[in-house]
């Protein structure tokens, strides 16, 4: 039954999104007010606003679409969520409203007509532009449906305003990012700002999140961007995500025996934290448009041989992003050349390989060179 929904919902949303102009059902209508069926609450925590659309006791609502836009200048979604009222389908987070950003939600279940409580809760990231500027979140009622009835929303928006921090550095307190991780759907993504000077992820938050389908998007101040999958944690820790770009601590005549004849240039850079991560972290390095199309080449450095030892190779984007997965701290450079870093590793792997193999067959023919002149010395001083 629950698939049959799944494939029902998926349906309507499509006829939602891209057909709007074609009435779902041909039924009477039947007209009451927003406020009759919604209720709308903001609230602001550290440099994070959170969005709670409800619905109301005995509102007998069964499908519908609603849009809730806002000024991406001045915040950004972190997550958006349906909180299990109805089996929501999409959040599609590439809309527009009124040439705004905008999230929007559809939802079908004509068994739930007595549904209550918070349908969809949207969080908001501040923004240094938005910072102590008040600013509003408008929610529009786009379709709405009681069985086969449609519902007629003479006032149609509910708008809601906040002023936002003026601080938008603030640290987002440990327990609300734990209580959205718990509350995450899964394969939902929460993005949580990380400012410097206080980089510290908590074992507590890598513990909430160990086993679960969520991801963890931790972004610096700097453009780095880490990104923790749930499931792939295995120790939970307190990790310092902090990073440094641009560092200098990496001989540069280890980066010369790299061999790589057509790097284009190097960009090193440092982490905070010391030894292994207890799970595996993509790290997001931002290079910039000169790299773009390029390989960008990973090599940590190992202090105890004082070389260089490959890591991963990625293409660079159009975003000028290169994208790694790291499991310990350390130096690292990236090299960005037209070489693929891994077929140059193997090559030198293989080169080094054949070095070592003819060595070992110049060290037999010795051997046996010398077994037959200690032969031919013993038999001449016998016959001597």
């Keep these: 039954m629950k698939r049959i929904k799944g494939i029902v919902c998926g349906l309507l949303l499509v006829l939602m999104l891209h057909v709007n102009t074609m009435p779902l059902f041909a039924a009477s209508e039947v007209t009451t007010t927003i406020a009759d069926i919604f209720t709308t609450n903001i609230t602001t925590s550290g440099s994070q606003v959170t969005l709670a659309v409800g619905v109301k006791k005995d509102a007998g609502v069964t499908s519908g679409k609603i849009v809730v836009s806002y000024d991406e200048s001045m915040m950004t979604v972190s997550s958006a969520k349906g909180n299990n009222i109805w089996e929501m ?120 999140a160990q086993g679960r389908d969520v991801y963890l998007r931790f972004q610096m101040d700097n453009g780095v961007v880490w990104l923790v999958h749930g499931t792939d944690i295995k120790t939970p820790k307190d990790i310092d995500l902090g990073i440094k770009l641009n560092t200098n601590n990496i001989p540069q005549k280890a980066i010369n025996a790299i061999g790589d004849d057509k790097a284009k240039y190097q960009m090193q850079f440092t982490l905070s934290y010391e030894g292994e991560f207890g799970t595996t972290i993509t790290v997001i390095i931002p290079l910039g448009d000169a790299a773009v199309g390029y390989f960008a080449n990973l090599y940590y450095y190992n202090p105890t041989t004082g070389e260089l030892e490959f890591v991963e190779s990625c293409k660079v984007g159009a975003d000028g992003n290169a994208i790694f997965h790291l499991t310990h701290a350390s130096d690292y450079v990236v090299v960005v050349s037209e070489n693929d870093g891994a077929k140059l590793a193997a090559k030198t792997q293989a080169k080094k390989t054949g070095d070592e193999t003819n060595v070992a067959g110049y060290v037999l023919l010795l051997g046996a060179a010398a077994v037959v002149l200690a032969e031919a010395a013993r038999k001449k001083v016998k016959h001597a």
């Design 89 to 208: 389908e999409d959040i599609n987070t590439i809309a527009t409203k009124d040439n705004k950003k905008a999230v929007s939600y559809a939802w079908v279940d004509s068994d739930l007509k007595n549904a209550e409580g918070t349908m969809l809760t949207i969080t908001f990231q501040s923004t240094a532009a938005g910072a102590g500027k008040e600013v509003a979140v408008q929610t529009d009622v786009v379709e709405l449906y009681q069985g086969d009835n449609v519902v007629s929303v003479p006032t149609k928006t509910v708008t809601d305003t906040v002023k936002l921090p003026a601080d938008t550095t603030t640290t987002v307190p440990e327990k609300t990012i734990i209580d959205q991780i718990k509350n995450a759907q899964p394969g939902e993504t929460i993005t949580i700002p990380v400012h410097d000077g206080n980089t510290v992820i908590s074992k507590a938050i890598m513990e909430a």
